[in-house]
């Protein structure tokens, strides 16, 4: 998974999120961290109109930061079809398996059965 500071977590807040291929996916709500190894796993990213907005998330490997926007390894049309949650709810332990199956990516809960992904 990507290695991005966590320092700097909180300034990309709100930043635009872009596909492979520059088009605006959506904005950045949160990041979220992969419990077992504290490094950045998957980005929260608000989609939608105002009053039907939601979040859906898009892996961070591969990804890279510029000076405006965070640029994801994934077209728009995967990233928003991933699956989503309300803009004020959370990825519950359950949710997180279709998240990773998503994007094809391996999921397997922590060596003592704690989730994978916890946000920031």
């Not at 504290?38 to 929260?44: L, T, V």
């Not at 077209?75 to 949650?85: C, F, L, S």
């Given at each position: 998974m990507a290695d991005f500071p966590a320092e700097n977590i909180r300034d990309w807040r709100d930043y635009d999120v872009v596909d492979s291929g520059g088009d605006r996916i959506g904005s950045l709500?949160?990041?979220y961290f992969d419990t077992a190894t504290?490094?950045?796993?998957?980005?929260?990213i608000q989609i939608g109109i105002p009053g039907r907005r939601r979040l859906v998330f898009a892996p961070l490997v591969g990804a890279v930061v510029a000076p405006k926007y965070l640029k994801v390894q994934f077209?728009?049309?995967?990233?928003?079809?991933?699956?989503?949650?309300d803009t004020d709810g959370e990825?519950?332990?359950e949710q997180e398996p279709a998240v990773f199956e998503?994007?094809?990516l391996p999921y397997a809960l922590?060596?003592?059965?704690?989730?994978?992904l916890g946000r920031r």
């Open positions: 709500e949160s990041v504290d490094s950045a796993s998957f980005a929260a077209d728009k049309k995967t990233v928003r079809d991933a699956p989503g949650i990825l519950t332990t998503h994007y094809g922590g060596a003592n059965g704690e989730r994978r």
